[in-house]
């Protein structure tokens, strides 16, 4: 299960959200982007996305205003294993109507692209800086949110409708235990199942007590956890409250945090440690027996959380302009590198693979080692390749010249296996094959093979 946040969302006014992201995005397979375009933060007109980026790239930004972004976003889900995304929904959206009505079309965009990949959703509420949450959330699920639940891709738990409330007893956030309770009950009068988003260690924090005993499920904030704090203890006494308690329990994982272009105190406040930072965390929750996982986040880019493709390197980022690169602490990884550390962290979780202290993800993915070509007859050749451990899929290229330049002509394939049909009589044909999914964490091409069609 993955936070989807939504970033650089391009409203009806024409002004851009979100804007000031810590890392950034890998365009190569979006199909509609944006550029030249100004946008407004903090009620003051910033610089459009302008200029190249290190490779010569011209910038271009996202927007999911857009419904092809967000299928492709549930379609990264899809591939990647992820089972639901929770649709994340502010007070701040309430305070201009263009926000609001942004926000609406959104949400709408990600159930259509729910029901197109076959992912679940739920409604997750951010109470922070909401103080008219008591009133605003009752109203908004009546009114609009609750009409969601009618999609078959709506999240449901023992037969209910899934909603979070986020920030209950979080340091900083509005409200107190009855107002609290007040929202957790009514949301359960009205049929759901209660996710109550709270501290990490929920479980010694009396003074809220009351509200996180009314949860049907408890979530423990974890982002801002360091590389030296113990998972496994913290872990095991919210789980053990929530069992003593009857209240289901998921934990909350994240690969690492910085926000230096918010408020430029200090660069990769958190460092992601190339996996191992957001593993140790898949670690404790499997050797605790904690069956569901809370991913912080699909998307967000402004403090550094998202498993989204971003940026490898500096030739990937704006030039002249700091953005935290996956490189950043020395080892290269590829654009959907967390994306696949989470497929293998969801398979550990779910007991599809054995339980690992490390992990199991290439940095980078392999070509095959071996590929074999079989004629089949006058026009078709087959080629098998060698599995490759962690391949997400496989793409065969082909030439009628040795060493190419070669032309994808199959992509995306799940099985090392391609026959190319539609060749011409007695032609040699060369083919190499890579793994992964093109632009976006491809590996380099396999050594070359060639076969020559029957007569």
Known sequence: MVGFRRPATAAPSTRWQHTNLECWPDMRQYTKTYGSVRFNQDSIFEPPFTGTLGNGQPVTMFSDWDQSS??????????YGVDCAALQRFGSHFSDPRVLTSSDNIIAHARS???????????????SGWTNFQTELKSDWTTYMSTHTSSAAYAKQNGKPVVCIWGIGVSGRPGNPTTWIDVINWFQSQGCYVIVGGPGNFATDATNRSAYLQANMLMGWRVGASPTTDFVKNDSTDRNFCNSNGIDYQVDVYPGTSFFNTNTTKKNIIPRQHGDFMWTQYAAARSTSIPSVYISMFDEMNEATGILPCAEDSS???TGQYFLTLDYDGTHVSADFYLRLTTDGGKMIKGQIAYTPTHPTPHVLTPPTSLTPHVLSSTSIQVNVSAVTDAPCYNFKRSTTHGGPYTTVASGLPNPT???TGLSPGTTYYYVCTTGRINAGESIISREVSGTTNP
């Open 418 to 420: 391609f026959t190319d």
């Open 113 to 127: 692209a729910a029901e197109t990949y076959s992912r679940k959703f739920y409604i997750m509420y951010d109470i």
């Open 316 to 318: 990937m980022i704006p």
């Open 70 to 79: 967000v299928n492709l976003h549930f379609l990264w889900m899809q591939q």
